[in-house]
């Protein structure tokens, strides 16, 4: 039986250039997933933490600036990525609509009041006296 010559150098240029751009490639969108997942999660800390539909963005964008300052820090650059960019824009879309609509939903519920029967105590009251 002969052996096979498929790949059978050792030294193998393109299958390692072929295999970085693979493992980037799968780097990069799981980096974009887990950020649109902490998004999306972190809808419920704003509903604990914010409460109200009006301070969503404001609390939004402070946090993301807050982020922007630690990157621009840390990389000792400015942060120069376009991909990164529409990243955080997406995160601060999604956070800030769920977020609102997180609110807005909590804050419209009916409040729910006990001694909803007391209008029956009043009228027989009116009757006996």
């Known amino acids: 039986m002969p052996a096979s010559s498929f790949r059978a150098f050792k030294w193998d240029p393109a299958l390692i250039i072929a295999q970085q751009i693979r493992v980037d490639t799968s780097y990069g969108w799981t980096l974009i997933i887990v950020w649109i997942a902490t998004a999306i999660c972190s809808i419920f800390l704003l509903l604990f933490i914010v409460q109200r539909a009006r301070q969503i963005l404001d609390y939004v964008l402070t946090f993301h600036l807050f982020h922007l300052l630690f990157v621009w820090n840390s990389n000792r650059h400015f942060p120069t990525g376009f991909t990164w960019w ?44």
């Open 86 to 129: 529409i990243l955080q824009l997406i995160n601060i879309l999604i956070m800030t609509f769920g977020g609102e609509w997180a609110c807005m939903n909590r804050e419209m519920r009916p409040i729910k009041v006990k001694g909803s029967n007391d209008t029956t105590n009043t009228n027989n009251s009116a009757e006996g006296g």
